[in-house]
């Protein structure tokens, strides 16, 4: 099955500065990659996603990138602002059998200081 | 997009007993995904339930431990079984929203064995 790995598990930004968070699949036939934001006691919520037949995509102050051939996918996150502070998760999409399912990578603590 | 809704929100319940959490959602849906979250961990798939048949469990999940009912295309619901402090977690459904890749999260329901 698919198996997604996450990095970093801890990333602290002063408040303005970039922050990236990178994740590698292991399924070549995966494609469809979410980014979750998931605040303390809340449930997660779709922030960015990308299909496997785009190479970037942007929304205002984030961005995903994703490398096919080297199987792995980047959310770039500029000009941080305290309320960015949460858990991420990335997620690939892959096929079992005729259910479509997503594996999450373990997650990044991100907190942004003022 | 799926607006979707779980009871209870939590509980805190004695070892050996069973919980069974409800799952609805506003629109009809296919499949409907049941995970679980650890504390500070990632999400991790228990069970895939869709409408009318079984459901398909995930490695290391079995359904003596974890039913699930899927009367309809709006509800589901999950059952922890024969519970032990292992088992406290976040437990979340999910589903998609037809012709979208999107997946979409209800609020949880936060688990407390004692």
């Known amino acids: 099955g698919e198996n997604v790995e996450q990095h970093p598990s801890t990333l602290s930004v002063q408040e303005g500065d970039s922050a990236v968070i990178k994740c590698t699949y292991s399924?070549?036939?995966?494609?469809?990659f979410p980014w979750y934001k998931q605040e303390l006691g809340k449930r997660p919520q779709l922030i960015i996603d990308?299909?496997?037949?785009?190479g970037e995509k942007k929304d205002q102050r984030i961005a995903v990138t994703l490398n096919k051939t080297a199987k792995h996918f980047s959310l770039h996150i500029t000009e941080t602002q305290p309320e960015d502070s949460a858990v991420y998760f990335c997620?690939?999409?892959?096929?079992?059998?005729?259910?479509?399912?997503?594996?999450f990578g373990s997650g990044t603590q991100l907190t942004v200081l003022p | 997009s799926a607006v979707i809704s779980q009871k209870p929100s939590r509980d805190i319940c004695q070892r050996g007993t069973s919980l069974t959490i409800q799952c609805q959602v506003d629109?009809?849906?296919?499949?409907m995904f049941w995970y679980r979250q650890q504390p500070g961990q990632s999400l991790t798939l228990i069970a895939t339930?869709?409408?009318?048949?079984?459901?398909?469990?995930e490695s290391g999940f079995v359904i003596d431990k974890f039913p699930i009912s899927r009367p309809n295309l709006t509800f589901s619901t999950l059952t922890v079984s024969n519970m032990s402090p292992e088992d406290s977690s976040i437990y979340l459904c999910?589903?998609?929203?037809?012709?979208?890749?999107?997946?979409?999260f209800g609020p949880g329901t936060r688990l407390t064995v004692l």
């Open positions: 629109s009809q849906v296919t499949m």
């Open positions: 339930a869709n409408q009318g048949s079984e459901a398909t469990y």
């Open positions: 997620a690939a999409r892959s096929f079992s059998g005729s259910a479509r399912q997503l594996t």
């Open positions: 399924d070549s036939a995966s494609n469809y």
């Open positions: 990308i299909r496997s037949n785009v």
């Open positions: 999910s589903t998609w929203t037809g012709g979208t890749d999107t997946q979409y």
